[in-house]
């Protein structure tokens, strides 16, 4: 018999074919998830928070890409025990009421989350050691309003400088404050501050060395967060919260939660990269409707021809003070980042 197969005989082959499991379009339901909020993310580890117990997870594999940040609201199925060792797998995230975000700088077309859910963002800066940096309020202002997020402008250190300086740039704009001092006579006992917090949950942003770990670790006496010092040669402070991490924001009685605050690392720099200029106005409705007559591709900044809100302030309809604070914040936007 000869070794050679005939044209007759490779027309008639059929190849062997693979088993395989016949492929489904049907996804898991995970009827018997349970819901569970991030509370701090470490190198691809997640700690949530469900029914009162921490829980470790890890991402399960279906969600790919999709990236899972502190606040987020999510499903988890597996060993939710919170026993030690045990580790328990996110399968779904929730869609998200807010989602705060930066970018490492202007031209960086990558966004960062930072917080998801948050209701407020509390702007942290020191009145003094540090001194303030109205360029980084801005623009976290903007995020703010970007987000949908109500600020808050908490000034610290209210020992060392007086903030009526700081404050009259940001009453025209509206923006709710808190002035706090920790040290020396007078010092606060927070409680306008903690006012502003309760039935939140809420942000911490600012440059290091402000003292946002300060006012959490008064805030939270069990949160021990790590507290830096400011460089006597720089002026900058250190970064001492690596990442950032939910709180419950204690009541009076022991297992009551006010609220919750979100601690997070010291930035040096705010990118908006992500904000549309044009969409800044729409956060301040009594000036967005004096814009409705605005030529195409208006901008609403300061060189802009026939701007409606030029035509407001010329008649008597805008304040002047208040137009030019929106006009800082827009300009914030296309200044370059620190």
Same mark, same amino acid.
């Given at each position: ?169 940001? @009453? +025209?704009? $509206?923006?709710?404050? &808190? ?9 606060? /006992? %927070?409680? !306008? ?74 930035? @040096? +720099?705010? $990118?908006?990269?992500? &904000? ?9 409705? /009594? %000036?967005? !409707? ?49």
């Amino acid at each position: 018999m000869s070794g050679r197969y005939s044209d007759q005989d490779v027309e008639h082959y059929d190849r062997p074919r693979r088993r395989t499991r016949p492929r489904t379009k049907e996804r898991p339901t995970y009827d018997d998830a349970v819901d569970g909020v991030v509370v701090t993310v470490d190198r691809g580890r997640f700690t949530l928070l469900i029914d009162g117990r921490t829980v470790m997870a890890m991402k399960a594999r279906p969600l790919g890409r999709k990236g899972v940040v502190v606040g987020d609201r999510v499903r988890v199925v597996g060993d939710v025990t919170g026993d030690d060792g045990s580790l328990a797998r996110i399968v779904e995230v929730r869609e998200r009421e807010t989602t705060l975000r930066r970018t490492a700088d202007d031209d960086d077309p990558v966004e960062r989350v930072i917080v998801a859910n948050a209701g407020q963002l509390v702007v942290v800066t020191a009145l003094a050691d540090p001194e303030p940096q109205p360029r980084l309020i801005d623009r976290a202002l903007v995020a703010a309003y970007d987000a949908g997020m109500q600020p808050l402008l908490c000034l610290t250190k209210a020992d060392l400088a007086d903030p009526e300086t700081l404050l009259g740039t940001y @009453r +025209s704009l $509206g923006v709710p404050w &808190v002035v706090t001092q920790l040290k020396g006579p007078g010092a606060s /006992d %927070l409680s !306008e501050l903690r006012e502003r917090l309760t039935g939140r949950t809420s942000v911490l942003v600012g440059s290091s060395g402000v003292g946002k770990s300060t006012l959490v670790n008064a805030l939270v006496p069990t949160a021990l967060r790590d507290v830096g010092h400011v460089n006597a040669v720089t002026g900058r402070g250190r970064h001492t919260s690596t990442s950032a991490y939910m709180l419950a924001l204690p009541g009076p009685e022991d297992g009551q939660s006010l609220g919750w605050i979100v601690d997070t690392p010291g930035i @040096r +720099s705010f $990118g908006l990269a992500h &904000v549309q200029p044009e969409h800044l106005i729409e956060a301040f409705p /009594d %000036l967005d !409707e004096m814009t409705e007559d605005c030529p195409r591709g208006c901008t609403h900044g300061t060189d802009e021809p026939e701007c409606g809100l030029d035509e407001a302030v010329a008649n008597g309809t805008a304040d002047p003070e208040r137009v030019m604070s929106f006009r800082r914040l827009l300009a914030a936007r296309s200044e370059p980042a620190y």
